[in-house]
Structure formats: structure tokens, C-alpha cells
């Protein structure tokens, strides 16, 4: 948090994402406040509370509701404001086009190698170009100076640095993509992939979450652009613009925010079989995600079908609780996963159920994070089964949560926190034996091997948090800035 004020003396910054913070709507009189699931709104709120600005978000919550009533402007977090967040708000049209359509039906399974097949519409591109445009105008609405920092979010935006450069040519403008970068084949396919490129290095930093989706990136410029890439400074040079293009494994804050007001792990552990009204040694595995095709979701609940079927002896005696919030329901793929997931589940808990206990609890609905927190300190267990996934912060906030140092992680080998979280029990969530091996490993592990293993990620979540993220992301941007600077006086 310090390192990020020293690089900010001063600056406001401008965040632009699609997912907003805190989504307000309407129950009857009152109006709810809740925060979504999205792993960038977990990283990047801590980052804007430490730094303040404004925020600018596609408005969620409140489209129903009167113009009057729907909060353009706002202030947040709303117990403790401490920046802005400025909606810009979106009619059906727009939203199908641009955040369902080629966002989510086309960018998103492009990048996750998730076998589904992008879909790619000419009438979503056009969408997707006039919103990226409209949130230009608003960051050159709000910034206060001519070379403002602006901190653009993730795929739904590869236009805007672009767009913000043309308008504002001397801002800062960093961009982090949350999500993988797939290789050039992959990628390819888009129809509009100069373009996308294009937009991208408008950038003056471009970040991804590891060295290999860095590495995709630069070959898929190399590939489709005429550019000058230096490999040594990991620097693209394109029409004379220079972009560094590093990666920056994106974590949490720390210490985590509700360290002092949260119940004991005790307190948890019990609260949590009383739900399941199970006894108080029963074990239980923890998994939380959005109800996404690329979080591996089926192949979790086969591991656990596979765990009871090779050790007899947990039937009855450890519950998989997955906490699955919805996400995306207006799309087909999502609507099809949904019901996989459900039947599933209802399968293998027809297949083991006895009594009044089932091996699965499926929780198919949103969960405030304090609430999740709760689950994860209760559990023995958190699994981890992405297919394919940029970080997943999951895995990392489960460790945060873990002061007591027990608990154990398994962790698909396809997510970016497998790189840094070495202690996990890592697998192939293809592997649907290795991943039910992994589980019985992880429900009977020593103490003393929690302890050493959890002590060790606990370290690496700490030392590497969130606001370390930004800092790097922000003195790389100062010294590009000075290396512009020198060139120039030099021409
Ligand atoms: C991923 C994406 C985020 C997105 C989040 C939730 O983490 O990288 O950009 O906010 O999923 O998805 P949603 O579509 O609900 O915002």
C-alpha cells in the first residue's frame, strides 16, 4: 500500500472495467448494495481504496429504475466512501452485442481453451467498438489533466487503449488482461484480431498474469502485425508507440480485509456442520466459482464420485459443498452448463446418498465474500479444478483465509496460481483419478504438513499481495514514460 502511494504522489487514478464494484438495486423501498463474484473486482477494489479517483463501470443493478434514482455518480465503498464510481449504463441492445455477445460468446472461450467454440458475430463487433468508444469519451470526461493514469480492465476493453491514446496522447494507460492469452493459431481465428492488437498497444504497459501468456501475445503481434519487438526489454514498438508487455501475477489484499471482525475457525468449523448436520469431525471440501464452463466444475464433482467410490470409508463422513454463483444466465452455453452441473450433482447424490446425508451440496446462488470467508476457514479442504484460468484468486483467498495454517489446496495445474502456490496439491483436472487421489491426500494430511505447506503459500500471498501488483505495474509505467521522454529530447 505504501509502495503504491510513493509511485502516485498526488495522481488520481481512472479504472475502467465492465464489472462494477458494488451493484445497487431496488427491493421494494430499499435499495440493497451487494458486490459481485468477479475475480478483478476482488483484486483491483483494494488497489482503488488505497489510490482513490473514479472508477468508471458498465451500470449493472439498477436499470430498472428511474433515470433519477439510478446513481450515475457515487460514492464507495457506501459505509466508507473513498472514491468514485461513475456508471455508464448500457440499453439490451448494447449489452447483448457488446458484454454477452462478443465478449462473452467471442473473446472469452477464444482465450480459455475451454472447447467451446467461440462464436463471432459482425453485428456484436460493431457493439463492442461503439461501447469501448463510449467508455473513451467517459475517461477523457473525467480525467483532470492531459496525461492522466488510467488503469484499463481486462477483454471486454482491448479497444480502449487505443481509443483513450488518440484522444489523450500523453496518458498513462496500463492495461491488464485477466484472463489467458491463447497462442497465435488459437487467436487467429477473430476475425478482428489486427485490430484487437491494435487497440491493445495503445498501451503504455500491457500485463498478463504469466510469462507464457506474455509470450503468446508477443508471437500472436509478431505474427499478425508489422512490429519491432525487443525481447530483452519485452517491448513492442508499433507506428512509433512503444508498449511493455510483462506479466504481473495479480493477487489479493493483505492482510485480508475482515481479519478483525471475522468468527473463529472453531466458530466456523462448527457453524459449518451444523448446516450440514453432520458431526463435528465430518470432513468437508470447499469449492467456490461462478457457474462457469471453464472452472471444471464436472470434472470436481467426478473426483468426488471417484473419492467415495475408492475409499468406501469417507461415505457418509465428508460432504463436497460448492458454492456456485450464477453468472452470464442470458447465454446458452451458460443456461446448458448450469443444468450439467445440476444433474450431476443430483446423480452421484442419488448414486451415495444415505440418510440425511448426500456426498454433494450444491449452492447455486450468490454468497456475499464475507459469507465465503466463513466457508473457507470451516472446510478441510478447497478444490480448485479450472480447465483453463488467468490467476484464480479463489485459491489464494482460501490461503488468506487459513490464519489457523490448516486446511489443504488442490490445485488445477492450468490456473496461474499453480505457478506461485508450489505447496498446493497440484493436478489435471482431466485426471479424474489423480484429482480424487489428490482429495483423500488432502482430507487425511498431517497437521504438522498443513501447517508447513499452508505457512509457506501463506508467505507468498502476503509478500506478493495486490497493492505489490499494482506498484510493479505503475514504476514500470514511470520508467517507460522516462525512456519516451529521453528519446524524445535525443530525435
Ligand atoms: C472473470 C473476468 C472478469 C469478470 C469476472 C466475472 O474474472 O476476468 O472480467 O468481471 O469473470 O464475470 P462477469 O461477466 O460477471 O463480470
Known amino acids: 500500500r505504501n509502495l503504491l502511494h510513493k509511485q502516485l504522489t498526488g495522481e488520481r487514478i481512472i479504472v475502467v472495467s465492465n464489472r462494477e464494484p458494488y451493484i445497487h438495486t431496488r427491493k421494494g423501498e430499499r435499495i440493497e448494495v451487494h458486490r459481485p463474484a468477479s475475480g478483478l473486482v476482488t483484486a483491483v477494489?483494494?488497489?482503488?481504496?488505497?489510490?482513490?479517483?473514479?472508477?468508471?463501470?458498465h451500470g449493472s443493478g439498477t436499470a430498472d429504475m428511474e433515470a433519477s434514482d439510478r446513481h450515475d455518480r457515487v460514492p464507495v465503498p457506501p459505509e466508507h466512501p473513498e472514491y468514485t464510481l461513475r456508471r455508464i449504463w448500457l440499453s439490451k441492445e448494447e449489452e447483448n452485442g457488446y458484454y454477452y455477445g462478443f465478449a462473452n460468446e467471442g473473446l472469452w472461450p477464444l482465450c480459455h481453451i475451454a472447447h467451446v467454440r467461440p462464436i463471432f458475430r459482425s453485428s456484436d463487433w460493431e457493439k463492442y467498438q461503439a461501447i469501448n468508444q463510449r467508455f473513451a469519451d467517459a475517461v477523457v470526461k473525467e480525467a483532470d489533466s492531459d496525461n492522466p493514469v488510467v488503469l484499463v480492465q481486462d477483454y471486454h476493453f482491448a479497444l480502449l487503449p487505443g481509443m483513450i491514446r488518440a484522444a489523450l496522447p500523453k496518458a498513462t494507460i496500463i492495461t491488464f488482461w485477466h484472463i489467458p492469452w491463447p497462442n497465435p493459431e488459437s487467436?487467429?481465428?477473430?476475425?478482428w484480431r489486427e485490430e484487437l492488437l491494435k487497440g491493445m498497444l495503445g498501451s503504455t504497459i500491457l500485463g498478463f498474469h504469466t510469462?507464457?501468456?506474455?509470450?503468446?501475445?508477443?508471437?500472436?503481434?509478431?505474427?499478425?502485425?508489422?512490429?519491432?519487438?525487443?525481447?530483452?526489454?519485452?517491448?513492442?514498438?508499433?507506428?512509433?508507440?512503444?508498449?511493455?508487455?510483462?506479466?504481473?501475477?495479480?493477487?489479493?489484499?493483505?492482510?485480508?480485509?475482515?481479519?478483525?471482525r471475522q468468527p473463529t475457525v472453531e466458530e466456523c468449523r462448527a457453524g459449518l456442520r451444523q448446516e450440514l448436520g453432520a458431526a463435528p469431525d465430518?470432513?468437508?471440501?470447499?469449492?467456490?466459482?461462478?457457474?462457469?464452463?471453464?472452472?471444471?466444475?464436472?470434472?470436481?464433482?467426478?473426483?468426488?464420485?471417484k473419492l467415495l467410490e475408492l475409499h468406501p470409508e469417507l461415505q457418509g463422513n465428508f460432504t463436497f459443498v460448492q458454492i456456485a454463483a450464477p453468472s452470464r444466465s442470458a447465454l446458452d452455453d451458460y443456461q446448458a452448463f448450469d443444468a450439467q452441473v445440476h444433474n450431476l450433482a443430483?446423480?452421484?447424490?442419488?448414486?451415495?446418498?444415505?440418510?440425511?446425508?448426500?456426498?454433494?451440496?450444491?449452492?447455486?446462488?450468490?454468497?456475499?465474500?464475507?459469507?465465503v470467508n466463513r466457508y473457507y476457514r470451516g472446510a478441510d479442504v478447497c478444490v480448485v479444478t479450472s480447465l483453463h484460468d488467468g490467476m484464480n484468486l479463489v485459491a489464494k483467498e482460501f490461503v488468506a483465509s487459513r490464519d489457523d495454517e490448516q486446511g489443504?489446496?488442490?490445485l488445477s495445474q492450468f490456473t496461474g496460481a499453480a505457478h506461485?502456490?508450489?505447496?498446493?496439491?497440484?493436478?489435471?483436472p482431466y485426471h479424474i483419478e489423480q484429482t480424487a487421489q489428490a482429495l483423500h491426500r488432502a482430507v487425511n494430511m498431517p497437521d504438522l504438513e498443513q501447517r508447513e505447506r499452508m505457512r509457506s503459500m501463506r508467505a507468498l500471498v502476503r509478500d506478493f499481495n495486490v497493492?505489490?501488483?499494482?506498484?510493479?505495474?505503475?514504476?514500470?509505467?514511470?520508467?517507460?514514460?522516462?525512456?519516451?521522454?529521453?528519446?524524445?529530447?535525443?530525435?
Open 420 to 428: 506461485e502456490l508450489h505447496e498446493a496439491l497440484v493436478v489435471n
Open 408 to 410: 489443504g489446496l488442490v
Open 187 to 191: 487467436f487467429g481465428i477473430c476475425p
Open 45 to 57: 477494489e483494494p488497489v482503488m481504496r488505497a489510490c482513490s479517483g473514479t472508477w468508471i463501470a
Open 282 to 305: 465430518h470432513k468437508v471440501g470447499i469449492g467456490v466459482d461462478r457457474l462457469d464452463y471453464t472452472k471444471g466444475i464436472l470434472e470436481r464433482f467426478r473426483a468426488v464420485e
Open 211 to 260: 510469462p507464457f501468456h506474455r509470450k503468446n501475445f508477443l508471437e500472436t503481434v509478431d505474427r499478425y502485425l508489422e512490429t519491432r519487438i525487443e525481447h530483452e526489454s519485452s517491448t513492442v514498438t508499433h507506428n512509433g508507440k512503444l508498449t511493455m508487455v510483462e506479466s504481473y501475477p495479480i493477487s489479493i489484499q493483505w492482510p485480508p480485509p475482515w481479519q478483525e
Open 467 to 491: 497493492y505489490r501488483w499494482a506498484g510493479r505495474m505503475l514504476l514500470d509505467a514511470a520508467r517507460v514514460r522516462q525512456r519516451e521522454k529521453l528519446s524524445a529530447r535525443i530525435r
Open 346 to 371: 443430483l446423480r452421484i447424490n442419488q448414486r451415495y446418498s444415505s440418510g440425511s446425508w448426500k456426498p454433494i451440496v450444491l449452492k447455486a446462488e450468490h454468497h456475499e465474500p464475507e459469507v
